[in-house]
């Protein structure tokens, strides 16, 4: 048993020295390689081709899930960084159009020293009579009144048509009627006085103002401006109402009246003001001076 095992070591050891050898010798700088290395050689590089082909192929597939997971991530992010964008830049937009309304509003109360402005901000639309109605933030306890006067920057949008302690009903130019008409001047040429007539209310065929002129005129351009004359009683003079955008005559040929377009839009509302005025002061002025 003892000369088998020394036999049996002897194999290995003398094995090992011939395979140390032989990497050795194909380690060696060579211009050629015997065909034994070269067999051996072409061998493992074809078996490594087949076990490598299936292990990338596998590799890349798990690498190319990973890749759309973290494109999938990083689209997500993406859209929610896009939300929070137009999201900021509405309302940045939305302030800047708040700012310029308010400055605005500011530039008009200063040109109204006459009256006492009652600065508000509407808080509803009524979706009663079809939005020709809105609440805004000012009532009795502010000194708002029914019948005064509502104007933007841009216009006169209405009048006060109900006022509680602390919040108050506009009626809009577009829910006028021949009950709430109103005493205007239309401006015509600097060498000419002023036309005059009566807002009669809202044509909702033509979607503008009805206007009626107290008597015939030859020339009334189109495009020109009307103001509250002051002669009503109601509503103080000089607010702008709109422009002359169409010009005829009524259905009998006898009357002569006009299509205003509102200056102000009332259908985008958000700060307003109440004109506060004394009534009595102001109608006896008017009327005094249409008597000259």
């Given amino acids: 048993m003892s000369f088998f095992r020394r036999k049996r070591l002897f194999t290995i050891l003398l094995a090992l020295i011939v395979l140390v050898g032989l990497i050795g010798f194909s380690l060696t700088d060579r211009e050629q390689r015997s065909t034994i290395e070269e067999f051996f050689q072409d061998t493992f590089g074809w078996m490594q081709q ?9 590799s890349s597939f ?63 639309r009524s979706p009663e009579q079809w939005f020709k109605q809105v609440t805004i933030d000012k009532g009795k ?87 509250s004359s002051g002669l009503g009683g109601v509503f103080p003079h000089g607010l702008e109402i709109g422009v002359i955008e169409e010009l005829t005559t009524d259905q009998y040929g006898l009357t002569q009246i006009a299509y205003v377009e509102p200056s102000a839009n009332v259908n985008d509302l958000r700060h307003v003001i109440v004109i506060d005025r ?8 008017d009327v005094s001076e249409e008597e000259d």
Avoid: C, W
Wanted: charged content about 25%.
């Fill in 278 to 285: 004394d009534l009595e002061t102001s109608t006896s002025a």
């Fill in 62 to 124: 798990f690498s190319n899930i990973d890749s759309m997971i973290d494109m999938y991530d990083e689209n997500q992010v993406l859209k929610e960084n896009l939300g929070q964008y137009q999201k900021i830049l509405y309302e940045v937009q939305e302030l800047r159009k708040e700012n310029q309304e308010l400055m605005n509003l500011l530039d008009k109360t200063e040109s109204i020293r006459d009256y006492t402005p009652i600065q508000a901000t509407v808080i509803a």
């Fill in 141 to 227: 306890q502010d000194g708002v009144e029914k019948d005064m006067a509502v104007i933007t920057a841009e216009g006169m949008i209405g009048k006060i048509q109900s006022a509680s302690q602390f919040t108050s009903t506009v009626l809009l130019l577009n829910g006028f009627d021949r009950s709430n008409r109103i005493a205007v001047n239309v401006n015509l040429s600097e060498d000419d006085e002023d036309a005059r007539g009566f807002i009669l209310g809202y044509n909702e065929e033509h979607d503008k103002l009805l206007l009626e002129f107290t008597e015939y005129y030859e020339e009334i351009p189109e495009g020109a401006p009307v103001f």
């Fill in 50 to 58: 087949i076990v490598l082909t299936p292990v990338n192929y596998v």
